[in-house]
């Protein structure tokens, strides 16, 4: 296009250049720098002129927008800024294709005025991209509302300007405008610095409003649990704050500032991400250096594991310049998990080397031992789903020296054919601390040396594991059905050598066989008889009164079956014999008890009462 000769700037007002040429039409000079381009020939320079009004306009809207303040340069007039970009970008096509001839003088020369008025814009638009991006709550127009939407549809919806990442719709289509224009004009790398910069910056911010700090391994070792309980409370919290809120909110504000250029808008978030993952990660991976923790601080390491498990499922695993983000994140939850299988260990060494069983506890109820195990279990099995992955991924590497004990265990364990075996590292874990435990109390029931506290020991105990174990399915679903009904069978038989181990003597007294001599009662052996029940019953009441069964409903199964083979017993000799001594004036002496006295004494054993039981007439 020639160059009209009355050329001269149009002026807006008094303060203000124009913005174009006088007669200037920007459609037609866009068509003839699009038909310059196509037909670009070395030594043909008839379009060249065809670029100085398009480079005049452009230098001159940048002198207008270097008069505005930052982050407000774009905005006021939406046409005005379209065409700016679109001047700009033909711009760039006018650079990127003139470069490839560095021999012809016309095309250097057009080169050289487009240039430069070319590196001016990007200038101009680095400067406003820095200035959005590090004022977020500015917007170009005053008047205009943050929250409405905006008008092209590059925003699908406006959001409040005191929500995370606190753009207006508006800074956000600014920003894409900017981040596209630069992007294809060869400055990404400018651009992508600028962003990745600020919003880490930004990032920063929000994490300091979380008061989080990062912590090192020297703060880990000086303090106490205590304190280090509510560091892991709180980073817990900043971890589900950053996946749930910061994660989401800031892969769409990359996806909308980049929208264009998916590839850099997925590699600048993946930069995002894992430098503030690993800044966050610094913590868990302290937590695992050369400090023992002891079995009941597991529960917050899985709580630290689990959270770690919903960094890793993050969308952006899937993106392949994340390698690094799911690398670290990997190694922290390995090391995590690590520590959660070394302190349920610990669990096992603490049932085996309990040496508090010395003393026998009072009235053979259940021994701490049996409470604090399986408490532990019922709680440590409410995260059942995250024990099996953590045990199943640190057993997962054939050859180790954890796999081979793994190996050896199974195969101890489905040597019993009662028993199935275990179809994963944590359930056959559970299994032997079960036996663990089983072979405890079985060592400590030997402390006492009356045999049926022994057995009512053994009672408790058994009872206590078995309730505990039906109360959680996901035990109960480890353990199987057959352990239970084996567990059954034992406390039956303990019940029943119990009744045999305290009561045969007792119902040997008032048996009928051996009363009568030469087909006669005999008085002396019947007062014998009264008299041995009643010192032997008088025994067991002191001594069993004391005894202690918690459970309720077994301490009503050993009333019923004691009152249901001695009540009987009783009244049927009582009934029989008793005619011979009703004459006798000292009668009282030897029948002692009624039977319903033998019936409410009976429903007074295994109260742990240690005061005198004396008969009700």
Not at 96 to 125: G, K, T, V, Y
Not at 325 to 347: D, H, K, N, P, Y
């Amino acid at each position: 296009m020639e160059k009209d000769d009355s050329f001269k700037l149009e002026i807006v007002d008094e303060n203000e250049k124009a913005s174009k040429p006088a007669g200037f039409n920007l459609d037609q000079t866009l068509e003839e720098v699009d038909q310059f381009i196509q037909k670009l020939v070395p030594g043909e320079n008839k379009f060249v002129k065809c670029i100085d009004p398009l480079q005049e306009l452009v230098d001159s809207r940048i002198a207008l927008y270097e008069q505005k303040e930052p982050a407000a340069k774009f905005g006021l007039n939406i046409d005005e800024d379209n065409s700016f970009f679109e001047a700009v970008r033909r711009l760039s096509l006018i650079v990127n294709n003139l470069d490839e001839f560095p021999s012809d003088l016309a095309a250097i020369s057009c080169l050289n005025r487009a240039s430069s008025a070319h590196f001016r814009a990007m200038l101009l638009f680095e400067c406003e991209f820095r200035a959005l991006l590090d004022n977020p709550k500015r917007t170009g127009d005053p008047n205009v509302d943050p929250k409405s939407p905006n008008t092209d549809g590059s925003q699908g919806s406006s959001k409040p300007e005191d929500e995370f990442p606190y753009f207006s719709s508006q800074s956000i289509h600014v920003m894409n405008q900017i981040a596209t224009a630069m992007i294809f004009a060869g400055y990404e790398a400018e651009c992508c610095t600028v962003y990745g910069g600020l919003r880490l910056k930004s990032l920063d911010v929000e994490f300091s409003k979380q008061c989080y700090e990062n912590i090192n391994v020297d703060d880990v070792q000086k303090m106490s649990w205590e304190s280090l309980e509510g560091e892991i409370d709180n980073w817990i919290h900043i971890m589900k704050f950053y996946t749930t809120n910061l994660f989401s909110a800031e892969s769409n504000l990359c996806d909308s500032v980049f929208s264009e250029n998916r590839l850099t808008a997925q590699r600048l978030f993946c930069d995002l991400a894992t430098s503030l993952s690993i800044r966050l990660l610094n913590f868990p991976n302290a937590l695992v250096w050369p400090r023992r923790y002891s079995t009941e601080k597991l529960f917050k390491f899985l709580d630290i594991y689990e959270t770690l498990r919903d960094l890793a499922n993050l969308d952006i695993v899937n993106d392949s310049s994340a390698e690094e983000f799911m690398s670290e994140t990997s190694m922290a939850q390995c090391r995590i998990g690590g520590a959660v299988v070394s302190i349920f260990s610990q669990l096992e060494n603490s049932i085996k080397n309990d040496n508090a069983g010395r003393i026998p506890v009072a009235g053979g109820a259940v021994h701490p031992l049996t409470r604090y195990t399986m408490n532990y279990l019922k709680y440590a099995c409410e995260y059942k789903d995250t024990l099996e992955q953590v045990f199943q991924k640190q057993d997962k590497v054939q050859g180790s020296p954890r796999q081979k004990v793994v190996e050896q265990e199974s195969k101890d364990v489905t040597e019993d054919d009662d028993r199935c075996p275990p179809l994963s590292p944590f359930a056959l874990k559970l299994m032997m601390v079960m036996d663990l435990l089983d072979a405890n109390i079985e060592m400590k029931s030997k402390l006492y040396r009356n045999p049926a506290l022994r057995l009512v020991f053994l009672m408790n105990n058994g009872r206590y594991i078995l309730q505990k174990i039906k109360e959680s399915a996901e035990i109960y679903e480890m353990m199987g059905p057959s352990w239970s009904r084996k567990r059954t069978s034992e406390l039956r038989r303990y019940h029943k050598t119990y009744q045999r181990e305290t009561w045969s003597n007792v119902l040997q007294c008032i048996s009928h066989e051996g009363v009568q001599v030469n087909g006669k009662v005999s008085k002396p052996i019947l007062k014998e008889r009264f008299k041995n029940f009643n010192t032997i019953f008088d025994e067991i009441l002191k001594t069993q009164s004391s005894w202690i069964v918690s459970d309720g409903k077994l301490r009503s199964e050993l009333r019923v079956s004691i009152s249901s083979v001695v009540i009987p017993a009783y009244r049927s000799f009582l009934g029989r014999f008793k005619s011979y001594l009703d004459n006798n004036k000292q009668a009282g002496k030897y029948i002692k008890y009624q039977p319903e006295d033998i019936e409410e004494l009976i429903e007074q054993l295994f109260e742990g009462n240690t005061a005198s039981m004396a008969p009700r007439r």
